[in-house]
């Protein structure tokens, strides 16, 4: 039996998890956000295994593990949504560190994805290297990283040993760019 507080101890947290909560005339604006967004991924997902060039005469080609994810993704998304739907909200553990009565920080969110889709439209034209090390950065700066030069470090690094790894070693297609062409020559 567990002391304390009713509603408190771990075995409450357990048991209120799908239950649904009750909103006070608010909607969960961060969980449709979230659960919209992962559905849409889902959808894009899916649609964009389609494109991939399948080899004549090969009877499992390169969508099956794509389709495989996507279909994964767009079911737990659509779940996600119809449970926030029906108000179902997530229940924060016990461990987590979060101040509920704070509200979200859209402008760090908006800067991220900004970052990201800066990072989707670079990585072709300056190469794998630099479009990483940008997001890391611009993502670490978002987030309140005092030393963002330290971060651009890091974050070159990091996306230097990916490239070499994944593009040189394994022979993904992650662009060297004008900066490193020399260095895709290499491998």
Known sequence: MTTGSPGRGPDSVRAGAHRPARLVGTLPIGELVFAALMVALGVFALVGVFAIHVP???????????????????????????GVLRGQRGVPEDGEDIDQSLPTDWLTLLKIAGLVVAHLLLV??????????????????????????MALLIGTGLALVIQIVFGGLLGLSLPWGPALGWLGRMF
């Open 56 to 82: 004549v005469g090969a009877h499992v080609g390169p969508r099956v593990f794509p389709i495989f994810v996507a279909v994964i993704l767009l079911g737990s998304a659509v779940a996600v949504l119809a």
């Open 124 to 149: 072709e034209p300056v190469g794998w290297v630099p479009a990483a090390a940008l997001l890391f950065a611009g993502v670490a700066w978002s987030l309140g990283a005092k030393r963002w030069w």
